[in-house]
Each structure stands twice: as C-alpha cells, then as structure tokens.
C-alpha cells in the first residue's frame, strides 16, 4: 500500500475542509516514533496536536483502557454512572491552581469544554458578553470559532459569527504591540463598546498554540486578574494545548502567581483518547442547573480511564522536569545555529511548549516560506514538525514528552541539518 494511493482516494471521499499537514499514512506508531503505511520511520514532533504527551501507546495508558474495555465501554454517566469518573474529578480538582473548593465536569473535545465554559460563565455572571485576544484558537464550533482570534481558515465563508464575543490585541512586543497597548484597547473597549458590568469573562490561553506559542507576559496576566476582580469577571484559562506539563507545570497557569476562575482542558489528558474537562471554582460550576451540562460521550469510561493513567504517568516519571529538561536542550541547539541561520528571529516557550519564528533576514518582514520549507525538508528526513502563527512563520515544537534521548538527539540533528540547508538555499 502507498501513501500515494490512500491520498487520492482521500481526496475523493473526504470533504476538503479538512485539511492536513503531510500526506504521510500512520500504520503504527510508539512513543515518539511513527511508521507510515510504506514501513518509513518518521520522529513525532507533533504528538497530535500536543496530545500524546506521554507518547504514543504508553503502557500505562494502555493497560488502564484494556482493563476498562474488558469492564464496560459506555453507559452515558448521566444515565448509569462509575466511579472512575468521580475519581478523575477528585484529582483534578485537587491539581488545578487555586486554593478553593473546585468541580469538575467531563466531556469529549477541547472546543466543547470551551464551549461550556461559556455556558458556565454567563449563568454564573447572568451576563453575556466575552472578551478573547486577536492569534487565539479556542477551536471550530461557533462559539469556539467566534472567540478565535483570527479568520482564515476558521472563519471563512461560516457566516455571521456568535454576538457579544470582543477581542483585544493580545501583547506581542516583537510584533510591536505591548502590554500598555493591549490594555488601552482593552480600556477604550469598555469605554465604546461593552460596558464591563455585562462581561461575563475573559478568555485566555496562557501560551498561545496556534496563534504562535507566544506567552501572556506575566504582568499582563496579574493586571487581567485585576481587571476582572474589579468588575466582577471571570477569568477563564483555556489549558487546552498547554496542560498536562506540556510548559514544566502541570498547568501552564501555575507560571503565573495568579489563578483562574474556570480552566478547560483536553488533548494530553486522554493521552492519545478523546477526553476534555472544565474544572472551576465549585460555587461557578454549579450555576447551570441539572442538565443544563453534560453529552452523551462526555467522560467515556475509556477515556476517563486514560486521563487518570496519564496523571500517573506524568508524576510517576517526572515529566514536569523532563519538559524543562527537554525545552532548554532544544532552545540551546537552536541559539547555536542563529549565526549560520539569519531568518531565525526568535526563539521562545516555556517548558517542552517552544518555537522558533523566522522573518526575512535584515528585515521584521514574517517569512511564512522559509518556515514550509524547514517543515517540508524535516518531512522528507523524517522528522515531522508543525508550523502556526498568525503569519504562519512559525514551527512549534511538540515531541512527546517521553521522546528517548537518543531519539530526541537524533531529531536535533535533523533540525540542525535541516535549518542549515534551507538557509543555504533561501
């Protein structure tokens, strides 16, 4: 079978709003390496989507989902529930910053659990009104879509979006926008368009993913908590791509000294199965009444048994520190190529959550084409890597945590080779 061969069909049975980054099909795949369906090995420096933190298949993860599938693999935990559920609500409700009581609530996607974050929010305020930041992705439903900070190729040819959604500048200063400015916008905002007394909250992720892997400046995020304690807004962390020690915390909240009121969250819980949760202060979470919340697959056994598998896995093997560990090793080899690499303009992220952004060299100009060609050239290497940004200058770094130092070694050596020929050839 041929790569070739599974794309065209693709083409003909797939509706082409669904995009994708290679057309390289995964036969099998183990920690953070993956074979195609030609028998070629390629190194994981996607993990899904910052999904498989704890890598592909890890034992652990696996054991506690065949166990749960020799147990029960649905009954609608509104229906008939299980105790794994509870379980998994116990602890993160015991993870999540904050020193008040918390619940939890289950369901299925990282959009969803945004999605009813904002449900959450305006019962608790009886406000409706929510401010996102311009570079956000809070995923592709209508709401989710609507608070997403930017319209292609999420908001084209959709329509109108959801009303009483506003978005601020969110602070990049290399990109000339600074905290001072953000919060100007953010001051003429309640001034010309929304009175702040009918905000519900503020939405944020605390490192950008798609918009570029841009961290909220640390003081931007103490004066938001200020703003919103003020005038009675929620915060809301969308830890959606930065939890699970994806940063060197758990959360990637726990970087900031200050704490939100509701954090959704999803992709590296499940550790590879379709998991998202919303934990937030427990007198919030029980705004909305009995079945206001809930789906029929949220919280599937499976993936409850996953998510509590992969909590073990991340305390059990230190991958907090192994991220820290991991993030400085990358981030050192890529400041040692900046002299034989001019399009390299930043490098940057905490933890194992980093990137580096290129421009025209001599220039602030993006250079989304340089980025491709490191993505395409790593590609043919096999070495499989992601851009993102705004401009899409951006290639993010997002191995499984648990990647094996030679592998990871092995990988760097792509890289290097990789960002050398493409300047040679720029």
């Known amino acids: 079978m041929l790569n070739s061969d ?3 069909r693709r083409t003909d049975a797939i509706s082409r709003g669904v995009g994708v980054t290679t057309q390289v099909y995964a036969e099998r795949a183990e920690n953070a390496e993956l074979w195609d369906v030609e028998g070629r090995r390629y190194i994981d420096f996607a993990a899904g989507i910052a999904v498989v933190n704890t890598g592909h298949r890890h034992p652990k993860v696996i054991a506690a989902v065949k166990t749960q599938l020799d147990q029960f693999t649905h009954t609608c935990h509104q229906v008939v529930p299980y105790e794994n559920y509870v379980t998994l609500a116990e602890r993160l409700n015991k993870a999540v910053p904050g020193n008040f009581a918390k619940k939890t ?150 970087h900031f000294g200050v704490v939100a009121d509701i954090t959704t969250m999803a992709k590296g819980l ?42 073990d896995v991340i305390e059990e093997e230190g991958l907090n520190e192994r991220a820290e560990s991991l993030g400085n090793r990358l981030k050192q080899r890529l400041h040692s190529l900046i002299s034989e690499v001019p399009q390299i303009a930043d490098i940057r992220g905490p933890g194992f959550m980093n990137a580096v952004e290129f421009n025209i060299p001599g220039t602030k100009a993006p250079n989304a084409n340089f980025a491709n060609a490191v993505r395409a050239k790593a590609l043919d290497k096999g070495l499989i890597l992601l851009t993102c940004g705004v401009y899409g200058n951006v290639i993010r770094f997002l191995s499984p945590i648990t990647i094996q130092d030679n592998i990871f070694a092995e990988a760097m050596d792509i890289l290097e080779d990789t960002l050398r020929e493409c300047a040679k050839e720029a």
């Open 6 to 8: 599974i794309a065209a």
């Open 105 to 254: 609530i289950f369901v299925t996607t990282g959009a969803e659990a945004v999605e009813n974050a904002v449900k959450i929010a305006r019962a608790a305020t009886n406000r409706s009104a929510i401010i996102a930041f311009t570079g956000a992705f809070h995923g592709r439903t209508f709401m989710g879509m609507t608070l997403t900070g930017k319209v292609v190729p999420y908001k084209t040819g959709f329509g109108a979006m959801m009303p009483d959604v506003f978005h601020v500048p969110f602070p990049i200063e290399m990109h000339g926008q600074t905290m001072e400015d953000s919060l100007a916008v953010l001051d003429k905002l309640f001034k010309a368009d929304v009175d702040p007394n009918r905000v519900a909250a503020f939405i944020i992720e605390p490192v950008q993913g798609e918009g570029g892997f841009y961290e909220v400046p640390r003081a931007f995020m103490t004066k938001l908590r200020e703003i919103a304690d003020k005038h009675g807004i929620l915060l809301i962390a969308d830890e959606v791509q930065t939890g699970f020690a994806r940063t060197g915390k758990l959360f990637a909240m726990e």
């Open 270 to 311: 499940g550790g590879g199965f379709p998991i998202a949760a919303v934990t937030g202060r427990a007198e919030i979470m029980d705004a909305p009444g009995p079945g206001g919340l809930g789906g029929t697959y949220g919280g599937n056994p499976i993936g409850i048994a996953a998510g509590n598998a992969v909590l």
